[in-house]
């Protein structure tokens, strides 16, 4: 801007020069004209430097738009470092709470499976004890029909005794009075043979 002012006030002092020497139809002097051509070129410099001030007030401005922008990008990049950090935090975090349930999970088939096994052994010791007992049951009827069979053999044993010792008994008095019949001829015959001797 300065050297375009310069280059107006050389352009007015060659004019100036120039005219000076001229002869003015009109009776106006040099210095008329000479200032008509300063105050145009002031008016023009003027002009010039009033385009310039706004042009530089546009400039600024469209640089504090360019700062507040670039600030408000810079603002928007920070939330969304802010916010990417954060999602990266809680995506570990879900990684990590993953991670413990596949762990949490796999132990819990685990001990299913160990728990299958077991009801597995318990259902077959389960099923072992109840042949076992269907066995002694079994044993334990054919022992009271054994018993049972016993009890009779033995009632009838004792109905056979009780005959017996009847009998017995029977013999006994048959015996006894055989004997006192044997004995009251034995007294006979001893008196016989007293008599006859």
Same mark, same amino acid.
């Not at 132990?107 to 728990?115: A, E, G, H, K, L």
């Not at 016993?150 to 017995?168: F, G, H, P």
């Given at each position: ?12 002092? #060659?004019?100036?020069?120039?005219? &000076? ?23 023009? *410099? /003027?002009? !010039?430097? $009033? ?15 360019? /700062? ?9 990049? &920070?939330?969304?470092?802010? #916010?990417?950090? =954060?999602?990266?935090? @809680? ?12 762990? @949490? ?9 160990? *728990? /299958?096994? *077991?009801?597995?052994?318990?259902? +077959?010791?389960? $099923?072992? !004890? ?6 002694? /049951? ?20 004792? +109905? !056979?005794?009780? =005959? ?9 008095? !048959? ?18 043979? +007293?008599?006859? $001797?």
């Amino acid at each position: 801007m300065d050297a375009e002012v310069g280059s107006l006030l050389a352009d007015s002092a #060659t004019h100036a020069a120039r005219i &000076s020497g001229e002869e003015r139809v009109d009776g106006r002097s040099d210095l008329f004209y000479q200032e008509t051509w300063t105050w145009k070129t002031v008016s023009q *410099t /003027r002009k !010039t430097d $009033s385009q310039t001030r706004k042009t530089d007030s546009q400039t600024r401005k469209t640089d504090s738009q360019t /700062r507040i922008t670039d600030s408000q990008t810079r603002k928007t990049d &920070s939330q969304t470092w802010i #916010t990417d950090s =954060q999602t990266r935090k @809680t995506d570990s975090q879900t990684w990590i709470t993953d991670s413990q349930t596949r762990k @949490t999970d796999s132990q819990t088939r685990i001990t299913d499976s160990q *728990t /299958r096994k *077991t009801d597995s052994q318990t259902w +077959i010791t389960d $099923s072992q !004890t109840w042949k076992t007992d269907s066995q002694t /049951r079994k044993a334990d009827s054919q022992t009271r029909k054994a018993d049972s069979q016993t009890r009779k053999a033995d009632s009838q044993t004792r +109905i !056979t005794d009780s =005959q017996t010792r009847k009998t017995d008994s029977q013999t006994w008095i !048959t015996d006894s009075q055989t004997w006192k019949t044997d004995s009251q001829t034995w007294k006979a015959d001893s008196q016989t043979w +007293i008599t006859d $001797s």
